[in-house]
């Protein structure tokens, strides 16, 4: 039985910040290291100059166990400001998981809700692998990815208000 294509998780935030300048941090690739305590960075690896269907990034991460990959993504949706999607491929290009944002305005002016998640496809990835070995692995995983992306979108949030944003 396979209990991890289709495992999902998603996490909704509201944050201080306009859409379409959550837009440039959800697609700024480049600068995910700076937010997310598991993507160590990413670059568009096909000369792309901003997102859309069909290009194609490589992000580097590194797991809690040291572990460090590097990944193919591959962009499915991209609306400003409304929808950014990706697919991460494994190592025989099919589909390890695919990653989504939509933002919605949020309640107050120049607020935005960020829905952010993820979901498992068919592909080879760890997390296959380690709930192949112990099922309750997958769990603990999910958990991970909910706190990690409700940390990326907060640091996302904060850098924004802090910085004074680069623009």
């Known amino acids: 039985m396979d209990m991890v294509t289709g495992a999902q998780v998603a996490v909704a935030l509201t944050v201080p910040i306009p859409r379409e300048r959550m837009w440039d941090l959800v697609t700024a ?3 995910i290291g700076e937010w997310s305590p598991e993507a160590l960075d990413g670059n568009w690896s096909d000369g792309t ?7 194609r990034f490589i992000g580097r991460n590194r797991f809690s166990n040291g572990l460090e990959t590097m990944v193919t993504c591959v962009v499915i949706e991209a609306e400003r400001p409304g929808v950014f999607a990706w697919t991460v491929l494994d190592g025989a290009d099919l589909v390890g998981s695919t990653w ?5 305005e949020g309640g107050e002016p120049g607020s935005t809700l ?5 979901t498992h496809g068919p592909g080879a990835s760890g997390a296959r692998a ?14 991970t990815l909910c706190r990690n ?11 924004d208000s802090t910085m004074g944003a680069v623009r």
């Open 130 to 143: 380690d709930a192949e070995t112990d099922p309750r692995m997958l769990d603990s995983r999910l958990v």
């Open 100 to 104: 989504r944002y939509e933002l919605r």
């Open 29 to 31: 690739v480049d600068r």
């Open 49 to 55: 100059p901003a997102p859309a269907p069909g290009a």
């Open 114 to 118: 960020v829905h952010h998640s993820f």
């Open 149 to 159: 992306m409700t940390t990326t979108i907060s640091a996302m949030a904060t850098a």
